[in-house]
């Protein structure tokens, strides 16, 4: 009882943040899927976790998996629990940040309470965080960020082995999931770099520190996968990099978001906090300029900490889970201007600051609104067009009485990944009939695991060529005996 006493206000904030994540994503908490939960459904949990969750260096992950498929756990409770969890496990996160800056703030307000418990939850639950609380596995994502948020805070409070203690949950958190770690180097060299002044050597050698924690980590993930596991479906070929094919996906998440916002509202924001940093911080101009300078070290180390798998040539394409630490930085940006508000003591500069937060909260929680309720909306309209397939099936069938068996489903090189009216946001939007599970997502449907088969170039000439498609039409559907062929849209 003492204890619940003296955490009152720890518990209350909890309570608030949990219960403002459960209105902005409240979508999720009913049953929804992502192109892997069809192929998980398909394959079963165990040769799932084997074959991706386990080759991809992720056995909390696999575990947690396993568990289910013991227990016979049905894939939607399963995916509800883990969603909760992923929101306890990141507001969680939301506290502990908010209660490491919140030190920095010397002028106290309950307005500058607030408004730095805000900028604390848009910096956990960043817009391209969102992700996070999409998958199946969403919780040991969200786990990683937690654990991510303790390592930086046990360097950022100054405990004894600091750096050894990071390391250590830091490797834990990487096996949770890779992308979960980039939150980490952000934080402290938020706090190192644009909190704190300390000497160029100082803050040198603080970055390189940070940089070996966080590849040491990336490093074991790599070595479990390729030597423990035997390889995985990343790779690093160096001699593929293509110094255009960098550049393009450095726009695309710089400029353009990746397509989850509207481009330039980032850049946006980071001029805004350059502008502010030279009008109101109290320093000469070589002081401004140099704190400038380490703003945008940040966020330049932000990029490269997103853009890393394109440039060691993994083969992979940007995600919005793989750039939450480009993501943070929204968060980061408002803490700047808060912190540069706070030390001039100027009433006015807070509540432009404020209104500041306030505007990108707001469309923060709208955008996690729309983009989930368009998961789900995205989910029904692949379902209908799977009742229209299975339509189809049940005619022949009962007109030729033979049962389809076996089944191809291909996607056009120019294919629409999205429905009309919808925000192309990747993964959380994306359809499943156009995508590399449209086969799975079919199987789930039809309810029926049909047995994949190839299909010719010449048979796709022959059924689909010179055709073309706006929205379902019967022609995408071509049966021959036992086989269904699908052409997507």
Known sequence: MKKIKEHKKDLILFFIVFLISIVMCGAFLQPHYTHDTYKIIYDGYEFYSYDKFLKEARPFTAIITLIANKINLPIEIYMI???VLALIFLSISVLMVYKLFIKQFINNSKLKDIVVLIISFITIFNYLAIEHILYLE???LALGILLSVIAAKVIISNEKYAHVKALIIIIIA????QGSIAIFPMLVLMDKLLFKTNKVKNDFIEVIKIILIYGIAMLLTILFAEFVMGGSRITMNPSSIDISNIITWVKELAINSLGVILPYIHILLISLTIIFIEIFDKSDIKGKNIYVLKYLFVILASIVICMAPIVVGSGL?????MCIAYGTTIGISLFIMMYIADRNNKKYQVILVSSITIIFFILNVTLYIVLTNQHILTNKLDEKDCKNIQKIIEEYEAKTNKEITKMVAVCRPDKNLYYPNIIHAGAITQKALN????KQAICFYLQKKYEFVPITLEQYIS???????NQFSEEQVVIKDDILYFCAY
């Open 317 to 321: 394409s940007l995600t919005p889970r």
């Open 174 to 177: 990487v096996f949770c999931y």
């Open 463 to 469: 059924f689909w060529g010179g055709k073309s498609w």
């Open 81 to 83: 629990i883990s969603f």
């Open 435 to 438: 995508s590399w599970a449209n």
């Open 138 to 140: 969403c919780s040991i």
